[in-house]
């Protein structure tokens, strides 16, 4: 015969109600059989169950493990009977989550919803607790309260499905972001409202705020704000500086948002006296150069602060990678404060080992190169982080990072961690491109700056465009020696038809070759030589012009030419493409050398500077200087016209036709078309850049934009076409580059400011599949 023993209920409150029989004694549980189980396994339920066949029970320890088997979260209902020694557990399973919709999300993606969900444990085969999913609402509408979103609306409904399912679904109404509609600061008098509130990101509703939505109020943005107007007042020396409160008031339609912000100013405070405590291991006098603030100077927390990391950084170089530099300042009477560094440099580091990750393909050696901190020297800071510039400029990498971590168990080791993002740094493809000077190009090359992993440069290719046909092979070991001696050797031939570039009309067929080493002086200089050999021949056009009538009668049509070359550059520019800081210098020479059939020579001096503008360099100054110079020697007064300089177009001065710049040429007698561009022996070029973020585009380092003024001009003393600067043409634009998956696209718009009758001007400027 079957007696209910005890029956439990547990609801929403997890109430228990106990069915006592008339005799509720003591049993011996003979077996156990659970009823009711739908998903869950009955292994799960015997084993959260704290009762196993054989044992005695009584009323209320048989109380106790029904609540122990609740509290497992599976079922909503549990209900015990017996059937003499068996003891049957009739059970009723929560419903199990079938699928889970979140609908009219934007401002929060929905992802990040689906990620919160599956955190509080609400996703997809999981148990369904309404309890849950309530809280889930109210933590969802905190977010949006969060984002300046006070009209929000967040509805969760569960719905019933067959076979103990529900589906849950989320209906969200982001409402819109309350406006700014006014910001009230009380107890400054030092500064003016309109001063302090230039300062926020937060503003008050208006055109341009509304269209930056810097009207748009959020409590992590006001905290910015706050922090902002700290340090506005703690660098200007109000060391007693504070904001007493900060209220945040809503309208009544939950649309507009009113901020009230009381501050203390306090004194200003000035600098009494600057003092060094610690353990000093470099002289003071060493230290104190270092120190940014002065006696008497106002007390200035960002100067305060720059100038612990600099005598941080200066115990890093005598490798105390983990020093502590502390500033304490202390205020005193008239408004004075002292301020006392204290110096704890620790142990002196060594490094144990340098490893590098994330260079798939780049080998080991070819980084460990570019190291100028060596594995068991001294940890030095400045070594490290040169390192990582100068594997930076390498150009294989899109990204360096540096770690110094401490070695597990010692006090005085660490291991240098570099890890490097990669780009592409070759190409294997045949082309497609077009550019205003040569026309369309086509071409097949092998193109690698890192040939397979090794550091090597290794190019071969073929080149053909209305203009130009062009073979070559070139070859560079950049590390030839182990200290960063280089060579490189090259092999070309390339005809070149001038008529089809708008210069004087004329073929020039050139073969040959060249050899080079290069020398690191330090870091950052290297000196370069070489030796080379050209054969060139030339040949007369429809419409040649007579100066180069007139060379090819003096001095033939063919001619066998033996070069010095030698080249120095200096460069600290962070980047080996797109650069945004640094500097570049370089000065080169090149020879035709006595035995030669031409001797003369080419002189170019190129600078180039970036100069950021702001922290994450996004706004960036960069100027540019090239001047050229060539003559003939040993009895020969001219260099030869093929090797004049040219100016005008992409790269030289923007908004006149390549080339088009200076002397032109004397028609022939059966010419009546305009004189072509016939260069000049000396060329003059410069440019000033105004570097910002390119709309809508957040990748700065494959991507540039900026306005510019160019100038430039080619002068030829030869033939009496003395500089003057009252020829130098000048331009002003927007440029834009853009390294491509398919090779680098350049254009500008560019507009001549003192171009005169004759000048050949052109507006608009690209290239695409050619080097900037």
């Given at each position: 015969m079957r007696r209910s023993l005890i029956g439990m209920v547990f609801g929403v409150l997890a109430t228990v109600s106990i069915i006592q029989p008339a005799h509720a004694d003591e049993f011996v549980v003979t077996d156990i059989e659970v009823e009711g189980l739908q998903r869950v396994s009955a292994g799960s339920v015997f084993s959260a169950f704290p009762v196993d066949i054989g044992e005695s029970l009584d009323e209320l320890e048989l109380a106790e493990a029904i609540r122990t088997l609740f509290r497992t979260g599976l079922f909503t209902d549990v209900e015990a009977s017996r059937d003499d020694g068996v003891l049957i557990l009739n059970v009723r399973e929560r419903p199990a989550i079938s699928s889970i919709e979140i609908e009219g999300n934007k401002a929060i993606d929905t992802d990040m919803l689906t990620d919160a969900l599956n955190s509080a444990g609400l996703q997809e085969g999981q148990v369904f607790r309404r309890a849950t999913l309530e809280r889930l609402e109210l933590e969802i509408l905190r977010s949006y309260v969060g984002q300046g979103r006070y009209n929000a609306r967040v509805k969760a409904t569960?719905?019933?499905?067959?076979?103990?399912?529900?589906?849950?679904?989320?209906?969200?109404?982001?409402?819109?972001?309350?406006?700014?509609?006014?910001?009230?600061?009380?107890?400054?008098?030092?500064?003016?409202?309109?001063?302090?509130?230039?300062?926020?990101?937060?503003?008050?509703?208006?055109?341009w705020a509304s269209l930056t939505n810097s009207d748009k109020y959020a409590r992590e943005r006001l905290s910015g704000d706050l922090e902002t107007l700290r340090s506005f007042y703690l660098d200007r020396g109000y060391l007693d500086f504070s904001v007493e409160s900060s209220q945040v008031s809503i309208s009544p339609d939950k649309r507009k948002v009113f901020i009230a912000l009381a501050v203390n100013e306090g004194p200003q405070y000035t600098?009494?006296?600057?003092?060094?405590?610690?353990?000093?291991i470099i002289e003071e006098e060493e230290f104190r150069k270092l120190i940014k603030i002065e006696e008497g100077d106002i007390f200035s927390r960002g100067q305060v602060t720059n100038t612990s990391e600099l005598l941080s950084r200066r115990l890093g170089t005598e490798g105390y990678t983990f020093a502590n530099v502390n500033a304490v300042p202390?205020?005193?009477?008239?408004?004075?404060?002292?301020?006392?560094?204290?110096?704890?440099?620790?142990?002196?580091?060594?490094?144990?080992?340098?490893?590098?990750?994330?260079?798939?393909?780049?080998?080991?050696?070819?980084?460990?190169?570019?190291?100028?901190?060596?594995?068991g020297g001294v940890a030095s800071t400045d070594r490290i982080e040169f390192s990582k510039t100068r594997l930076e400029r390498l150009g294989y990498f899109q990204t360096v990072d540096v770690q110094t971590v401490p070695v597990p168990g010692t006090d005085d080791m660490v291991d240098v961690n570099y890890s490097v993002v990669e780009q592409p740094t070759g190409s294997l493809s045949a082309s497609v491109g077009f550019s205003q000077v040569s026309g369309v190009i086509l071409g097949a090359n092998i193109s690698e700056n890192n040939f397979f992993g090794s550091g090597k440069r290794v190019s071969i290719g073929a080149n053909f465009s209305d203009s130009i046909k062009s073979?070559?092979?070139?070859?560079t070991n950049p590390y030839y020696t182990v200290d960063g001696v280089s060579r490189g050797f090259s092999l070309f031939a390339r005809e070149t038809d001038f008529e089809e570039q708008d210069i004087s009309s004329f073929l020039l067929d050139e073969y040959g070759g060249r050899l080079t080493f290069g020398y690191p002086i330090d870091n950052i200089t290297r000196l370069n030589f070489g030796v080379g050999y050209t054969l060139s021949k030339i040949k007369a056009g429809s419409f040649t012009s007579l100066e180069i009538l007139d060379f090819i009668e003096n001095e033939g049509d063919s001619f066998n030419n033996y070069f010095l070359t030698g080249s120095w550059r200096r460069s600290t520019l962070n980047r080996g493409v797109l650069p945004s800081d640094g500097y570049s210098l370089s000065l080169s020479a090149d020879v035709?050398?006595?035995?030669?059939?031409?001797?003369?020579?080419?002189?170019?001096?190129?600078?180039?500077?970036?100069?950021?503008?702001?922290?994450?360099?996004?706004?960036?100054?960069?100027?540019?200087?090239?001047?050229?110079?060539?003559?003939?020697?040993?009895?020969?007064?001219?260099?030869?016209?093929?090797e004049h300089f040219f100016a005008g177009g992409y790269g030289s001065v923007r908004g006149f036709r390549a080339n088009s710049l200076g002397p032109l040429a004397t028609n022939s007698p059966n010419d009546f078309s305009d004189p072509d561009p016939f260069g000049g022996s000396?060329?003059?070029?410069?440019?000033?850049?105004?570097?910002?973020?390119?709309?809508?585009?957040?990748?700065?380092?494959?991507?540039?934009?900026?306005?510019?003024?160019?100038?430039?001009?080619?002068?030829?003393?030869?033939?009496?076409?003395?500089?003057?600067?009252?020829?130098?043409?000048f331009s002003v634009g927007i440029g834009f580059q853009w390294i491509t998956a398919v090779g680098p696209l350049a254009f500008s718009l560019a507009q001549p400011l003192n171009d005169k009758s004759g000048d050949d001007t052109q507006i608009f400027q690209f290239s695409l599949g050619q080097s900037f």
């Amino acid at each position: 015969m079957r007696r209910s023993l005890i029956g439990m209920v547990f609801g929403v409150l997890a109430t228990v109600s106990i069915i006592q029989p008339a005799h509720a004694d003591e049993f011996v549980v003979t077996d156990i059989e659970v009823e009711g189980l739908q998903r869950v396994s009955a292994g799960s339920v015997f084993s959260a169950f704290p009762v196993d066949i054989g044992e005695s029970l009584d009323e209320l320890e048989l109380a106790e493990a029904i609540r122990t088997l609740f509290r497992t979260g599976l079922f909503t209902d549990v209900e015990a009977s017996r059937d003499d020694g068996v003891l049957i557990l009739n059970v009723r399973e929560r419903p199990a989550i079938s699928s889970i919709e979140i609908e009219g999300n934007k401002a929060i993606d929905t992802d990040m919803l689906t990620d919160a969900l599956n955190s509080a444990g609400l996703q997809e085969g999981q148990v369904f607790r309404r309890a849950t999913l309530e809280r889930l609402e109210l933590e969802i509408l905190r977010s949006y309260v969060g984002q300046g979103r006070y009209n929000a609306r967040v509805k969760a409904t569960a719905e019933d499905l067959p076979r103990n399912r529900v589906a849950v679904r989320l209906d969200i109404n982001e409402g819109d972001v309350a406006a700014i509609e006014h910001i009230n600061i009380i107890g400054n008098d030092d500064f003016s409202d309109e001063q302090l509130l230039d300062l926020f990101e937060l503003q008050t509703s208006g055109l341009w705020a509304s269209l930056t939505n810097s009207d748009k109020y959020a409590r992590e943005r006001l905290s910015g704000d706050l922090e902002t107007l700290r340090s506005f007042y703690l660098d200007r020396g109000y060391l007693d500086f504070s904001v007493e409160s900060s209220q945040v008031s809503i309208s009544p339609d939950k649309r507009k948002v009113f901020i009230a912000l009381a501050v203390n100013e306090g004194p200003q405070y000035t600098v009494s006296e600057v003092n060094l405590r610690g353990e000093l291991i470099i002289e003071e006098e060493e230290f104190r150069k270092l120190i940014k603030i002065e006696e008497g100077d106002i007390f200035s927390r960002g100067q305060v602060t720059n100038t612990s990391e600099l005598l941080s950084r200066r115990l890093g170089t005598e490798g105390y990678t983990f020093a502590n530099v502390n500033a304490v300042p202390e205020t005193g009477p008239n408004n004075t404060a002292s301020i006392t560094f204290f110096i704890e440099p620790g142990k002196r580091a060594y490094v144990r080992r340098i490893n590098f990750e994330g260079n798939v393909s780049t080998r080991d050696e070819v980084l460990r190169q570019e190291m100028t901190q060596m594995e068991g020297g001294v940890a030095s800071t400045d070594r490290i982080e040169f390192s990582k510039t100068r594997l930076e400029r390498l150009g294989y990498f899109q990204t360096v990072d540096v770690q110094t971590v401490p070695v597990p168990g010692t006090d005085d080791m660490v291991d240098v961690n570099y890890s490097v993002v990669e780009q592409p740094t070759g190409s294997l493809s045949a082309s497609v491109g077009f550019s205003q000077v040569s026309g369309v190009i086509l071409g097949a090359n092998i193109s690698e700056n890192n040939f397979f992993g090794s550091g090597k440069r290794v190019s071969i290719g073929a080149n053909f465009s209305d203009s130009i046909k062009s073979a070559n092979f070139s070859y560079t070991n950049p590390y030839y020696t182990v200290d960063g001696v280089s060579r490189g050797f090259s092999l070309f031939a390339r005809e070149t038809d001038f008529e089809e570039q708008d210069i004087s009309s004329f073929l020039l067929d050139e073969y040959g070759g060249r050899l080079t080493f290069g020398y690191p002086i330090d870091n950052i200089t290297r000196l370069n030589f070489g030796v080379g050999y050209t054969l060139s021949k030339i040949k007369a056009g429809s419409f040649t012009s007579l100066e180069i009538l007139d060379f090819i009668e003096n001095e033939g049509d063919s001619f066998n030419n033996y070069f010095l070359t030698g080249s120095w550059r200096r460069s600290t520019l962070n980047r080996g493409v797109l650069p945004s800081d640094g500097y570049s210098l370089s000065l080169s020479a090149d020879v035709a050398v006595p035995g030669s059939d031409l001797t003369y020579y080419k002189l170019n001096h190129r600078a180039e500077i970036y100069q950021p503008l702001n922290d994450n360099q996004t706004w960036v100054l960069r100027a540019r200087g090239d001047l050229g110079f060539g003559g003939g020697y040993s009895g020969r007064d001219v260099m030869p016209f093929y090797e004049h300089f040219f100016a005008g177009g992409y790269g030289s001065v923007r908004g006149f036709r390549a080339n088009s710049l200076g002397p032109l040429a004397t028609n022939s007698p059966n010419d009546f078309s305009d004189p072509d561009p016939f260069g000049g022996s000396i060329l003059t070029e410069g440019s000033l850049e105004l570097i910002f973020p390119t709309p809508f585009a957040g990748d700065t380092r494959s991507m540039r934009t900026a306005f510019f003024l160019d100038g430039g001009q080619v002068f030829d003393s030869d033939r009496g076409f003395d500089p003057d600067v009252g020829e130098v043409r000048f331009s002003v634009g927007i440029g834009f580059q853009w390294i491509t998956a398919v090779g680098p696209l350049a254009f500008s718009l560019a507009q001549p400011l003192n171009d005169k009758s004759g000048d050949d001007t052109q507006i608009f400027q690209f290239s695409l599949g050619q080097s900037f």
